[in-house]
Nanobody, 129 residues
Framework: QVQLVESGGGLVQPGGSLRLSCAAS????????IAWFRQAPGKEREGVSC????????????YYTDSMKGRFTISRDKAKNTVYLQMDYLRPEDTAVYYC??????????????????WGQGTQVTVSS
């Protein structure tokens, strides 16, 4: 079955960096999207970024929520079936549980959480001095 396992979270000081990983397994698809979402205590889940994994020319195409552009970078290593989220210049308001999610098929990139049917268990990121 589909498994998504996040890792790399932790405690970091403001201005610091973290790289999250999402290791995917249990499926073989020619075209799918992996996205990162986050949820802070008392807040709704929000999309961070997503990336296309495919055998075609769309491979590696990315999309970011506007507020994440410039500080967060999504990338993938197809050989390792892993997607990364590099987070730089972290702020206390970035504190949240970060989740990766997958949606199969060749559709427009989206960060609507309802469009993703497979989710990891999440990894905690805490930005504090």
């Amino acid at each position: 079955q589909v498994q998504l396992v996040e890792s790399g979270g932790g405690l970091v000081q403001p201005g610091g960096s973290l790289r999250l990983s999402c290791a995917a397994s249990g499926f073989t698809l020619a075209y799918y999207h992996i996205a990162w979402f986050r949820q802070a205590p008392g807040k709704e889940r929000e999309g961070v970024s997503c990336i296309v994994i495919s055998d075609g020319i769309s491979d590696g195409r990315t999309y970011y929520t506007d507020s994440m552009k410039g500080r967060f970078t999504i990338s993938r290593d197809k050989a390792k079936n892993t997607v990364y989220l590099q987070m730089d210049y972290l702020r206390p308001e970035d504190t949240a549980v970060y989740y990766c999610a997958m949606r199969p098929g060749s559709r427009d990139l989206t960060l609507r959480s309802s469009e993703y049917g497979y989710w990891g268990q999440g990894t905690q990121v805490t930005v504090s001095s």
